[in-house]
């Protein structure tokens, strides 16, 4: 038996202002359902002391960690190195709640809207990588680690009260309603995602000049992601059939995907103390096959909208930088940089219209906004007899990059974008022997934790 | 795609660019280059790439060359061992009286030890002297206790003398150049003052880089003299630097 609520979708409409989605901390991608909102991409450079700087390692780049930052800066190694990063990330679970009385023409009666995202804390080698220096030319193999996340989302709505019994438009093509009923039911979308892109990197570096470097990284990007979201319903409306929670319609995404990118970069040092940086990332393009279920009270409905299967893209944003390092005096290192991050690359073939407010209109129009970070990092050295000691303090600045409505979907207040997020860095290294270097480094913003260690090795 | 697989021949491509002569050229990459030659042998290069490296990093100490990384640049330490182990003793003590001066090895007791070990082994080559089986003594030595010097060197001050090579031995150029002028002046047709004057000049010469034409004119200038007032002269070259030798026969 088919059965159909004729006015949810108005009583859902009119609620819409209350219904507040989860906090998303990524940059979101695949589709509009709420779990891939979610994805926390690593798109900063890796290694602790770039991050104790703040991020900011364009134009330094002289560590193995080159190969992702800029490939140009491995023409400052001379002797073969081997790096591994360790990295924790914490994320915060988050629980939001919303409940309002409303008493509009279609619908009086409470909603109450809550979400609950429950990330789990990774620890993983998120880059390695080997770089052996020849006498101008130097080469470099790693591998990154951009997205390791198991997520698991649960998104509420009730809607309690009754709503207006609409049936034609009058003569001026306004909503003629012929009384109310009672409205009582929950919607539900509970998901759980497993993602990993990994890029494996191959870079070249050569000295053209005592003071230029240009370099340049072939990436082989795999991305491998295991999810699912329950759509679900219950009507407790007198005489519902749907007293229980009802699958209404289900998607899986199983599936995995390679692509090939490229960095480039360049590092000039007009003077002995001061360099400029440049890199340009491409960030790899994936397509992945996410299904409608066959079981669902509208599954026919969301196959007909968009079919039993359909390619879903993840493009890792472009971006490109520039950075300035420069050393006031021996001990100390000052560093600056700005990344303009192609986020609107998230937009490559999007799909709306699956998640639990959109559904099933995927007319629904998404946007996000490209965006400039901006990172400032500090580092000093201290001798302890012969152990180098860094300290390192910095900061960086992260634009808002999430998935939103557009102004003209009339979906901006459930998925309204975010704000510029400022994040604060620390962090320590020494150097043994002047052959095992560790580092450590913290991140703190409002929205997240990453605790990073790494260790270079040379030979 | 087609774009990050051109990328990716691009690389190879760039290191086609890059001129094969080039090499890198930061004072850490000499030091190192010197630090390999020494470890092989091969003295010459040491000393060249140590050269080089006080051409670019004059002061001595513990200093960052890229990344965190540090090292102890003791050049002069060095260039004292490459001197020593290729038989140039004069050159030897010379860098090691600049090894002390900029402070080297104070901190670093093996350094120190063999410095001193280097050190001593080198004066003991200096202060022994070389008496042939004729007894002519017509190699130019310079002993701890000169002997009664043959005229014309009898008419100068035994005292100002020693002062003089002692100046030369503890690689102050300046100051045995001074003495042997004055000591000169006083005894005009003496060959092995005139030899001491050009050994004084050729230190002082080789300590600033070699860079100096007219100073070597000032040296193959005292050598002719000494070869025209004493033909049967002949260098040591247990005391003299090599290429001083080299330079005295070309001359005459």
């Given at each position: 038996m088919k059965y159909r609520r004729p006015h949810t979708a108005a009583t859902v409409a009119a609620v819409l202002p209350l219904l507040l989605m989860a906090g998303a901390t990524g940059v979101g991608?695949?589709?509009?359902e709420e779990i891939f909102?979610?994805?926390?991409?690593?798109?900063t450079n890796p290694g602790a002391r770039a991050l104790g700087l703040g991020g900011a390692f364009i134009s330094l780049a002289?560590?193995?960690?080159a190969a992702q930052s800029?490939?140009?800066?491995?023409?400052?190694?001379r002797r073969p190195e081997l790096f591994a990063e360790l990295r924790v990330r914490n994320y915060d679970s988050s629980a939001t709640s919303v409940s309002s009385t409303l008493n509009g023409s279609f619908f009086q009666g409470d909603v109450t809207s809550s979400a609950v995202s429950q990330p789990e804390n990774t620890f993983s080698p998120s880059f390695i990588s080997y770089v052996k220096p020849f006498e101008i030319v130097s080469l470099g193999f790693s591998r990154l680690e951009s997205l390791n996340i198991q997520n698991r989302t649960l998104n509420t709505f009730s809607i309690n009260g009754t709503e207006a019994i609409v049936s034609t438009l009058d003569g001026n093509g306004e909503p003629d309603i012929t009384g109310f009923q009672p409205v009582d039911f929950e919607l539900t979308a509970a998901a759980d995602a497993d993602a990993v892109i990994v890029q494996y990197n191959v870079a070249l570096a050569v000295e053209v000049h005592r003071r230029l470097s240009i370099g340049v990284t072939g990436v082989v990007g795999t991305a491998k992601i295991d999810g699912r979201v329950d759509n679900m319903f219950t009507d407790n409306a007198?005489?519902?059939?749907?007293?229980q929670p009802t699958l209404d319609y289900s998607t899986r995404i199983d599936d995995s995907d390679t692509d090939i990118a490229f960095n480039a970069g360049l590092i000039w040092r007009?003077?002995?103390?001061a360099s400029i940086g440049a890199v340009y990332r491409q960030g790899p393009r994936f397509v992945l096959e996410q299904t409608i279920g066959?079981?669902?009270?509208r599954a026919d409905e969301a196959q007909e909208v968009f079919g039993t299967s359909f390619d879903n893209v993840i493009h890792t944003p472009d971006s490109y930088g520039l950075g300035l390092a420069f050393r006031p005096a021996e001990p100390w290192t000052i560093l600056v940089d700005v990344v303009q991050m192609e986020?609107?690359?998230?937009?490559?073939d999007y799909v709306s219209g699956l998640n639990r407010i959109s559904f099933?209109?995927?007319?629904a129009e998404f946007i996000v906004d490209d965006g400039t970070e901006f990172h400032l990092g500090v580092e000093k050295i201290f001798l302890s007899g012969t152990t180098p000691l860094a300290l390192r303090f910095g900061g960086w600045s992260d634009p808002d990059h999430r998935i939103r409505a557009a102004?003209?979907?009339?979906?901006l207040e459930v998925f309204p974008g975010g704000e510029r997020v400022d994040h604060y860095t620390a962090g320590f290294g020494m150097t043994l022997k002047q052959a095992i270097q560790i580092d450590v480094a913290v991140d703190i913003s409002d929205v997240n934790s990453n605790f990073v260690f790494s260790t270079i090795y040379r030979f | 795609m087609s774009l990050a697989l051109a990328a990716l021949l691009l690389g190879p491509a760039l290191s086609g660019l890059?001129?094969?002569?080039?090499a890198r050229d930061e004072w850490y990459d000499h030091y190192e280059d010197a630090l390999e030659a020494l470890g092989e042998g091969l003295y010459d290069q040491a000393v060249d790439a140590l050269t080089n490296a006080l051409k670019r990093r004059k002061r001595s100490g513990y200093f960052r060359t890229y990344g965190n990384n540090y090292v102890r640049y003791v050049p002069h330490y060095y260039l004292g061992v490459a001197h020593h182990d290729r038989g140039d003793c004069p050159a030897a003590l010379l860098s090691f009286a600049r090894s002390d001066g900029a402070e080297?090895?104070?901190?670093v007791p093996e350094l120190r030890s063999r410095l001193s070990s280097l050190r001593a082994s080198c004066e003991a080559r200096v202060v022994a002297v070389d008496d042939p089986p004729d007894g002519s003594g017509t190699h130019a030595t310079i002993p701890?206790?000169?002997?009664?010097?043959?005229a014309p060197l009898d008419a100068v001050d035994r005292g100002r003398l020693e002062a003089g090579l002692r100046g030369y031995l503890d690689g102050d150029f300046e100051r045995a150049t001074r003495i042997f002028e004055e000591l000169s002046r006083l005894a005009p047709d003496s060959a092995r003052l005139h030899l001491l004057r050009a050994m004084s000049l050729h230190g002082a010469w080789t300590l600033d880089g070699r860079r100096d034409d007219a100073m070597l004119q000032r040296i193959r200038d005292e050598l002719r003299r000494a070869a025209r007032l004493d033909p049967a002269l002949a260098l040591d070259p247990a005391l003299c630097p090599p290429n001083l030798v080299g330079l005295y026969r070309s001359l005459r």
């Open positions: 991608a695949v589709s509009d909102r979610d994805f926390p991409f690593n798109l002289d560590d193995s960690t800029n490939p140009a800066g491995l023409t400052n190694l007198p005489g519902s059939p749907f007293t007009p003077t002995d103390w066959n079981v669902g009270v986020y609107s690359d998230l937009m490559d099933p209109s995927n007319r102004d003209t979907s009339g979906l | 890059a001129p094969s002569s080039f080297e090895t104070g901190s701890a206790q000169p002997p009664p010097a043959p």
